[in-house]
């Protein structure tokens, strides 16, 4: 099975009564690569991970996961592969050694095996300290990553993380990086769900972007990049014809299309990654006489990638998990669907 790729899927689909949470996508993963599933809430991501890992059965489409037959070959697929979800399935109960054994046994392994493989798992994770204590007293990011200990216990050539790192901090979503880092240097295959951008950026080798059920945009984190038009300048002016002059001067600088929102004086750039932009930005002010109240250069994101491909921002309701107002990227796009 080593040219086969880890993951191949064609057509999934899957409808729960009205809603397409699946229409059709197809997906590819390579051995020993970090594939990231990039989209909104209710994309599908969930779904997709759901069908390839056998818990919940496709309408229509096929996939082989770890060379099997997603269909035929249920059991070997479900032998095959990990997954740490979005609902993490520790025992709270248990403490997480009791957690990492349990796993280890219901794998087929002895007592003597699982003992030695949970005990490996908890100092390679940072929990050895805490192994003996019950999970329900674990911090949020030790329970992400008991939950991730627990999904590579029988050493899966397949991992499927569910957004592993949403509801840490900083701190937490480092340490997850760096230890799916080193996964997937040992060659473990990773599917990663994920609303972080910046994430699947990092991490991934290769990006699918989801929206509503279908594939709405894929390639490396680079080519993704540069379709999207790089980084995005960011300013704010006194609303009216000022903001319009101003996306007027600016537009030679944009490796893009200016999004101007007029009446709330605020104007959204995508720039390519140059050192030269900034002197040529002011320059170009001074010679308008324009001023900003507000200006900065940030990395794209979610938000960014949908405004781009489908001309709308992401769903509001994604807002409330990140702490952020729903009008988060209230900017009305001058064109739509830019590519
Ligand atoms: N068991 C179910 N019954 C009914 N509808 C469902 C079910 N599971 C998912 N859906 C719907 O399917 C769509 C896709 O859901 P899914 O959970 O796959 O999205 P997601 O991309 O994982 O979202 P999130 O980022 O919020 O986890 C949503 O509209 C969701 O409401
Ligand atoms: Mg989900």
Do not use: C
Not at 34 to 58: E, F, Q
């Amino acid at each position: 099975m080593d040219d086969q790729p880890a993951i191949w899927a064609e057509g999934l689909t899957k409808r729960f009564g009205h809603v397409r949470a699946l229409d059709g996508v197809d997906l590819e993963l390579a051995t020993g690569r970090l594939l990231g599933l990039l989209g909104p809430n209710g994309a599908g991501k969930t779904t997709a991970v759901r069908i390839l890992t056998t818990l919940l059965r496709p309408d229509a489409g096929h996939a082989r996961v770890a060379g099997f037959d997603l269909r035929k070959e249920r059991d070997l697929v479900r032998r095959h592969v990990g997954l740490s979800g979005q609902f993490a399935a520790v025992d709270s109960y248990l403490s997480g050694r009791e957690n990492l054994v349990m796993v280890g046994r219901l794998t087929g392994m002895t007592r003597r095996a699982a003992h030695a493989r949970a005990d490996e798992l908890l100092g390679r994770f940072g929990l050895g300290e805490v192994a003996g204590r019950q999970a329900r007293t674990y911090s949020g990011g030790m329970r992400r990553r008991l939950d991730l200990a627990a999904s590579v216990v029988g050493a899966p050539p397949v991992l499927f993380l569910d957004e592993p790192t949403t509801g840490l901090d900083p701190h937490g979503r480092l340490e997850l990086w760096a230890q799916l880092e080193e996964l997937t240097g040992q060659g473990t295959s990773v599917l990663l769900t994920t609303q972080y951008l910046e994430e699947a950026d990092r991490l991934a080798h290769d990006i699918v972007v989801i929206d509503r059920g279908s594939v709405i945009a894929e390639g490396t984190p680079e080519q993704l990049k540069r379709q999207l038009g790089g980084d995005r300048l960011e300013l704010r002016t006194t609303p009216g014809p000022q903001a319009q002059q101003l996306a007027n001067v600016l537009a030679s600088l944009g490796s893009g299309p200016p999004m101007l929102d007029a009446a709330a004086g605020r104007l959204v750039l995508p720039v390519s990654d140059d050192p030269s932009l900034l002197p040529r930005l002011v320059a170009l002010m001074a010679d308008a006489g324009l001023s900003v109240s507000d200006l900065s250069l940030r990395r794209l994101t979610l938000d960014d990638v949908f405004l781009a491909l489908t001309g709308r921002p992401t769903t509001p309701d994604r807002s409330r998990d990140r702490g952020v107002q729903s009008d988060d990227f209230a900017v009305s796009p001058t064109t739509k669907g830019a590519r």
